[in-house]
């Protein structure tokens, strides 16, 4: 499974998505970042969006590959895409995470309409609603780019493929720990904080206590989201359409 998480805008959760919902769940999969400046932190492979050649050398030599491209190289990659003819094939599908700002929104329907433009089929593209409040139904919050995929058929998105607003993604952002890891951390904070001795201690552990606790709620959510992308229906691979 080759997938590449990709967006026009930033911040939308595409490296989050990257690291902690996809390749955790995709068997001996790496995450390769494809970004000007330094990686994340865990990342293992950084790619400049100009180092292309490398990229599609690299990506016929694994099987299991999750390709993040920082939001500032996607104009160029797609540019570099239409180049290298069918290249866009190498990938499986193309994740794109949105957040509910009205900007990203419409940033989300442009990325779309673009991988279709380069000739990506809207079965192969599969959107992710990032940071949604549970409180809020996803038909009401993303109505504007809901509407325009409708409008276009560009994409069918489920509005299953959710991830909940979340406060454990900054915490364990940087620490270069998986959220799969710290949800099967079987340590008993509870026990050591009776027993710490300084205040200090106490709180630290708390912390701790409290990190483990969003990230046993968070991995269900999303092994339930991983479930809604339907994945595995990408594993044929249909004839390829020409690219406008
Ligand atoms: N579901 C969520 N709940 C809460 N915070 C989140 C969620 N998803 C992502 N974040 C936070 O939002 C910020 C942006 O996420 P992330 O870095 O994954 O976005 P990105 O699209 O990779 O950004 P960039 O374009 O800069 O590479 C981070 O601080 C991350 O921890
Ligand atoms: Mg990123």
Do not use: W
């Amino acid at each position: 499974m080759k997938l590449a998480v990709i967006n026009f805008s930033g911040n939308v959760g595409k490296s989050t998505v990257a690291c902690h919902l996809l390749a955790p769940r995709i068997p001996d999969c790496q995450v390769v970042a494809v970004e000007s400046i330094n990686a994340d932190n865990g990342q293992a492979v950084t790619i400049r969006g100009r180092q292309f050649a490398q990229l599609q050398e690299f990506l016929q030599s694994v099987d299991n590959v999750v390709v993040d491209i920082g939001a500032s190289n996607v104009e160029e990659l797609l540019k570099l895409m239409r180049r290298y003819r069918d290249s866009q094939r190498d990938f499986d599908g193309f994740v794109v995470p949105t957040v509910p700002d009205r900007k990203q929104q419409q940033d989300t329907a442009a990325t779309l309409a673009e991988l279709v433009r380069i000739g990506v089929p809207p079965e192969r593209l599969r959107v992710i609603f990032n940071q949604v409040d549970e409180e809020d139904p996803v038909e009401t919050t993303f109505a504007t780019l809901l509407a325009y995929c409708a409008s276009k058929g560009i994409a069918r998105p489920n509005l299953s493929a959710v991830v909940p607003f979340n406060e454990v993604y900054s915490l364990v952002r940087g620490t270069g720990q998986t959220l799969a890891d710290l949800a099967a951390d079987d340590t008993d904070y509870k026990a050591q904080i009776a027993k710490a001795e300084s205040q200090t201690d106490k709180v630290a552990l708390a912390r701790r206590l409290a990190i483990q606790r969003l990230a046993r709620g968070v991995v269900t959510e999303l092994d339930e989201c991983f479930a809604a992308l339907d994945l595995q229906s990408l594993a044929t691979r249909d004839p390829a359409v020409p690219a406008a």
